[in-house]
């Protein structure tokens, strides 16, 4: 590499890599970058979650010899769109870039994405899902429906048709970024879907192909958690912003706590136990199952452990019978006043979701 002949002209295009835990990867795209980019006056901005594996260190280390190559090292706080958002506002180059860090993604597109800039479109990404990329083909029927389902999903709340919206790698003017970056979410994962549902207007887009590549070294930090936050985030961004993202998730865990009573009460009854002990027995598994999801999922990030954890469990439960009494209350009180059945029934489910989920943030997961 040669630094000192490009740290001098102020760069064109940042290209933001979020990290975690990537000690390994990340000399390697960096090396990549400069191979690719020639020619090009860039720079990297790494941002790191304090990775326990020291990546800011590798990455800071890198920056001595080449002053490309930046660092931010963000501490107590973890999240992909928050440090991709970090990461763009720090740049003063007129083009950013998004692209992970683990060398999934094809470096060797970013040229042909920054052609699409400099002939003046606003977005550029690069998409699995066209022609000449990597997806779809391989999937089970089922993951491939709900990909289509998540696909439909965004374009209701997508300004601009994409066809890889979940897509982690992409280039746009940085002043689109500006201008929208206090209405974006730092919460998840979902930067682009977000970027292209927060922009004021159409945006001009093009697409890059590219084949996601297998990870060598470290692990994935996206579970199934993803496909909930992203409905989560559809949900939000439907009702215009109006319900909270939190509540969502505590419905949606709601509805899969039915779900788990249903079938416990089935396997109960099924297994000869009488129909008040199943139906408590199906009460009490419900609960904590919801209780242990929302620990995971919805209050991921105040998370209770150890001796909280069991403390938590025990309010939660308190929480969600008066929240049941409340639901039983409402329903039967509208009922009694000649309320349709089903209108008295949902107007109870709803106020016992509300209780409990103001009652859980206010007393369980309390920050
Ligand atoms: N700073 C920071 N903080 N970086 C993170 C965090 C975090 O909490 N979580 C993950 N990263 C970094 C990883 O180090 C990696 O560089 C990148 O974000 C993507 O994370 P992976 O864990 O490798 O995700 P993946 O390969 O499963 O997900 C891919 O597909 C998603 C959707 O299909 C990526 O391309 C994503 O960008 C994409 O959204
Ligand atoms: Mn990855």
């Given at each position: 590499m040669t630094p000192t002949q490009t740290a001098t002209a102020a760069p064109e295009l940042t290209v933001v890599v979020p990290s975690y835990n990537e000690r390994d990867n990340v000399p390697e795209l960096a090396r990549r970058l400069d191979h690719v980019l020639s020619g090009i006056a860039w720079e990297m901005i790494v941002v790191d979650d304090d990775s326990p594996d020291g990546t800011s260190a590798v990455v800071k280390a890198l920056s001595r010899t080449d002053p490309r190559v930046r660092c931010i090292r963000r501490v107590g706080r973890r999240g992909l769109a928050g440090a991709c958002i970090e990461g763009m506002l720090a740049s003063s180059a007129p083009v950013v870039a998004v692209m992970d860090a683990?060398?999934?993604?094809?470096?060797?597109?970013l040229p042909a994405m920054l052609a699409h800039i400099r002939d003046g479109r606003e977005l550029v990404v690069a998409s699995r899902n066209i022609e000449g990329g990597s997806k779809t083909e391989g999937l089970s029927p089922i993951r491939q429906a709900i990909s289509d389902l998540g696909r439909k999903l965004s374009a209701m709340i997508l300004r601009a048709p994409l066809?890889?919206?979940?897509?982690?790698f992409f280039m746009l003017k940085r002043e689109l970024v500006e201008e929208i970056a206090p209405k974006l979410s730092t919460a998840g994962f979902k930067i682009l879907a977000d970027i292209a549902a927060s922009v004021p207007r159409a945006p001009s887009v093009a697409e890059v192909p590219f084949v996601f590549r297998e990870r060598v070294h470290g692990e994935s930090k996206l579970d199934a958690k993803v496909a909930l936050d992203y409905l989560g985030f559809v949900l939000n961004k439907l009702s215009g912003g109006l319900i909270p993202l939190r509540f969502i998730f505590f419905a949606l865990v709601g509805a899969s706590g039915l779900l788990v009573h249903m079938l416990v009460l089935y396997a109960a009854l099924r297994s000869g136990v009488g129909f008040e002990w199943s139906q408590t027995l199906a009460t009490v598994i419900a609960m904590t199952s919801n209780f242990a999801i929302n620990n995971e999922v919805t209050y991921r990030d105040g998370r209770l452990r150890g001796s909280k954890f069991w403390v938590g469990l025990a309010l939660f439960y308190v929480v969600c019978s008066i929240g049941a009494l409340g639901n039983v209350g409402v329903a039967s009180w509208l009922y009694s006043g000649h309320a349709q059945w089903w209108v008295a029934g949902i107007a109870g489910a709803v106020m016992g979701a509300v209780f409990n989920y103001a009652a859980s943030s206010a007393f369980v997961w309390r920050r």
């Amino acid at each position: 590499m040669t630094p000192t002949q490009t740290a001098t002209a102020a760069p064109e295009l940042t290209v933001v890599v979020p990290s975690y835990n990537e000690r390994d990867n990340v000399p390697e795209l960096a090396r990549r970058l400069d191979h690719v980019l020639s020619g090009i006056a860039w720079e990297m901005i790494v941002v790191d979650d304090d990775s326990p594996d020291g990546t800011s260190a590798v990455v800071k280390a890198l920056s001595r010899t080449d002053p490309r190559v930046r660092c931010i090292r963000r501490v107590g706080r973890r999240g992909l769109a928050g440090a991709c958002i970090e990461g763009m506002l720090a740049s003063s180059a007129p083009v950013v870039a998004v692209m992970d860090a683990d060398l999934q993604h094809d470096e060797t597109i970013l040229p042909a994405m920054l052609a699409h800039i400099r002939d003046g479109r606003e977005l550029v990404v690069a998409s699995r899902n066209i022609e000449g990329g990597s997806k779809t083909e391989g999937l089970s029927p089922i993951r491939q429906a709900i990909s289509d389902l998540g696909r439909k999903l965004s374009a209701m709340i997508l300004r601009a048709p994409l066809s890889d919206p979940m897509s982690g790698f992409f280039m746009l003017k940085r002043e689109l970024v500006e201008e929208i970056a206090p209405k974006l979410s730092t919460a998840g994962f979902k930067i682009l879907a977000d970027i292209a549902a927060s922009v004021p207007r159409a945006p001009s887009v093009a697409e890059v192909p590219f084949v996601f590549r297998e990870r060598v070294h470290g692990e994935s930090k996206l579970d199934a958690k993803v496909a909930l936050d992203y409905l989560g985030f559809v949900l939000n961004k439907l009702s215009g912003g109006l319900i909270p993202l939190r509540f969502i998730f505590f419905a949606l865990v709601g509805a899969s706590g039915l779900l788990v009573h249903m079938l416990v009460l089935y396997a109960a009854l099924r297994s000869g136990v009488g129909f008040e002990w199943s139906q408590t027995l199906a009460t009490v598994i419900a609960m904590t199952s919801n209780f242990a999801i929302n620990n995971e999922v919805t209050y991921r990030d105040g998370r209770l452990r150890g001796s909280k954890f069991w403390v938590g469990l025990a309010l939660f439960y308190v929480v969600c019978s008066i929240g049941a009494l409340g639901n039983v209350g409402v329903a039967s009180w509208l009922y009694s006043g000649h309320a349709q059945w089903w209108v008295a029934g949902i107007a109870g489910a709803v106020m016992g979701a509300v209780f409990n989920y103001a009652a859980s943030s206010a007393f369980v997961w309390r920050r």
